[in-house]
């Protein structure tokens, strides 16, 4: 592939990133609301279960898709690396190794810690 594919392949996979984040974030939202009100203190605990799972689910896959897009955009990077004469961006691009890894353990660790408060919101600790 040429500098100019790789570049666009490598935006399609950021956006493919931040967009996999949207549906979360409205689910969260949603939970946010409902907690704020104080509204699952009364729920049945099955509409709680029901609640921790869509976030769990919603989460994991998220979370897989953007896991995925973030090894694509490693392996891009290597190719990237080899092309003859690269730009100034393809060369910040080539140099992103290490922040995209970073970004891969923040992914998990967030997304751990965002379900854990989501139990604790929906279910009391």
């Known amino acids: 592939m040429d500098e100019v594919s790789l570049i666009k392949q490598w935006n399609q996979m950021r956006s493919h990133i931040i967009f996999s984040q949207i549906a979360p974030a409205l689910v969260l939202i949603g939970i946010f609301v ?6 699952f203190a009364t729920a049945p605990d099955a509409a709680k279960y029901l609640t921790v ?4 689910v919603t989460g994991i896959l998220a979370t897989i898709s953007q896991y995925a ?10 190719d990237i690396r080899k092309v003859e004469k690269p730009s100034a961006l393809a060369t910040k691009i080539g140099g992103s190794r290490e922040l995209l890894s970073l970004s891969a353990i923040a992914l998990v660790l967030l997304d751990l810690a965002m379900i854990a408060l989501v139990v604790w919101a929906v279910l009391g600790a």
């Open 53 to 56: 799972g869509v976030a769990a």
């Open 69 to 78: 897009a973030v090894r694509e955009g490693e392996a891009l990077i290597y």
């Open 34 to 39: 409902l907690a704020t009100f104080d509204k």
